[in-house]
């Protein structure tokens, strides 16, 4: 099996414990019995285990400090499903996919509820917001890609494009969809697409490294892609650069070991860095012409899942998974060195991870 099925919730393994004593409580913790209501701050989505449905959602608010756990379950009386993956923000709903239990769960922003159930996607992954009434979900069972228009109820299509999708971003012109898996659509697994979301036609296909994973575009509008070189180990890693104009690699990093899984790639505030997670996280510049070889922060004991940014403070957040067993942590830090201010905890295998600011 190819390491792009294995996700850090399938995992067979059984951790140590991690450290969760190093990190401690802060703020408020909600119990669930109040729904979510309408409010700026970060959403994280809690995988859970593998065939269990104990998905959750946890939501934080950076000024109070308060957190809110499993507000789908508050907002809904019903598990939220098998594996969550992303949630996408539209005016006055949200999106959320659940993989293993191949649907995707409509709500309202005003209170969490469920609008829509959204079933008989075949393996959905992450969702990209084209407009508020174009969305596209990538999925890795199928070669085709879920076009979703919401609306009431929401029309849901589908895109051939010959090969199953993981990462997507968007730069206001293009969509960019990786090519993360061969196992299920036996297609080469090293490519990007380049497509045209509002003709539904693939553009152009740019080669980069072996299973590339995450995508991140930089405030000169250039392309980023992480790719893990293979489940098995088969290539090297690589960060690829691709010119957002060109539609060409300009620039690609090779990590010098095979046996490194680089993943979870994203900018900082203002999209002249770039953010990585490979065992430690890792900062470097988008002018840098070589990896960097010190984090900015040190794993230690924690095993660190997920990472992101706060879009106007640019602090960083990310997740500690533990053993993938118990609740997993977030732990935020500012500066360079990036030093832990606080932590709180989450749900089961914490991972991806979207900030929500209110219209």
């Not at 119990?31 to 998905?55: K, Q, V, Y």
């Not at 929401?154 to 993360?180: C, F, I, P, Q, R």
């Not at 960083?316 to 709180?344: E, H, M």
Request: hydrophobic letters at 35%; aromatic letters at 10%.
């Amino acid at each position: 099996m190819e390491k792009t099925i294995t996700t850090t919730t399938f995992l067979a393994v059984i951790l140590f414990l991690l450290g969760a004593c190093e990190d401690k409580d802060f703020g408020e913790q909600g119990n669930g019995d109040n729904p979510w209501t309408r409010n700026h701050g970060l959403f994280i989505i809690n995988e859970g285990n593998f065939g269990s449905g104990n998905g959750s959602i946890t939501f934080y608010h950076p000024v109070t400090g308060t957190i809110e756990q499993n507000i789908f379950y508050s907002s809904n009386q019903r598990p939220l499903g098998d594996i969550p993956m992303d949630i996408c923000f539209l005016d006055d709903r949200a999106v959320i996919t659940v993989n293993n239990s191949g649907k995707a769960e409509v709500v309202s922003l005003d209170d969490f509820r469920s609008l829509e159930t959204l079933s008989g996607l075949e393996s959905p992954r992450n969702i990209q917001a084209i407009s508020d009434s174009l969305l596209f979900i990538s999925d890795l069972e199928t070669s085709k890609m879920h076009v979703l228009r919401p609306g009431d109820p929401a029309v849901l299509s589908k895109m051939e494009v010959n090969k199953s999708t993981e990462a997507l971003a968007y730069d206001g012109h293009y969509l960019y969809a990786s090519n993360w898996s061969s196992f299920y659509v036996p297609q080469p697994n090293n490519t990007i697409m380049v497509i045209d979301p509002f003709q539904q036609t693939l553009v152009k296909t740019v080669e980069v490294a072996k299973e590339p994973n995450s995508i991140a575009i930089d405030k000169n509008g250039d392309i980023w892609v992480l790719s893990s070189g293979g489940y098995l180990n088969e290539q090297y890693p690589a960060l690829t650069r691709i010119h957002g104009v060109w539609l060409t690699v300009e620039q690609q990093m090779r990590f010098p070991d095979k046996a490194m899984a680089p993943f979870s790639l994203t900018t900082n505030a203002s999209g002249d860095s770039l953010l990585f997670i490979n065992h430690h996280i890792y900062a470097m510049a988008v002018t840098d012409t070589a990896l960097p070889q010190n984090p900015l922060i040190k794993a230690g004991k924690r095993n660190i899942n997920s990472l992101v940014t706060h879009p106007q403070t640019g602090m960083l957040y990310f997740s500690n998974a533990l053993d993938y067993q118990q609740k997993g942590w977030i732990i935020r830090c500012q500066g360079n060195p990036c030093v832990p201010t606080d932590s709180f905890r989450a749900g089961i295998v914490p991972a991806r991870m979207r900030f929500f600011s209110p219209s």
